[in-house]
């Protein structure tokens, strides 16, 4: 049983490590050339919505009077 446990403690961190690299490069493998330019569109979508819902907040605010 001892040198059951010596082999598992020797193994597993290299497998776990194996399995990490592999995960890694298969994610950076399926990134498609696509993926950037489309994320960089969605983004700038989204902050166009947000600048045209901050500029029709301000617009809607009651101005200040100085006095």
């Known amino acids: 049983m001892g040198s059951l446990w010596s082999v598992m403690t020797i193994l597993g961190p290299i497998l776990l490590g194996a399995v990490l690299i592999y995960a890694i490069w298969?994610?950076?493998r399926?990134?498609?050339p696509g993926d950037?330019?489309?994320?960089?569109?969605?983004?700038?979508?989204?902050r166009d919505s947000l600048d045209?819902?901050?500029?029709?907040r301000n617009h809607e605010e009651p101005h200040s009077t100085r006095t």
């Not at 950037?36 to 989204?46: F, N, P, Q, T």
């Not at 045209?52 to 029709?56: A, C, N, V």
């Open 26 to 28: 298969r994610n950076k």
């Open 36 to 46: 950037e330019a489309r994320s960089d569109r969605a983004a700038k979508v989204l």
């Open 52 to 56: 045209q819902e901050d500029k029709r």
């Open 30 to 32: 399926e990134t498609r």
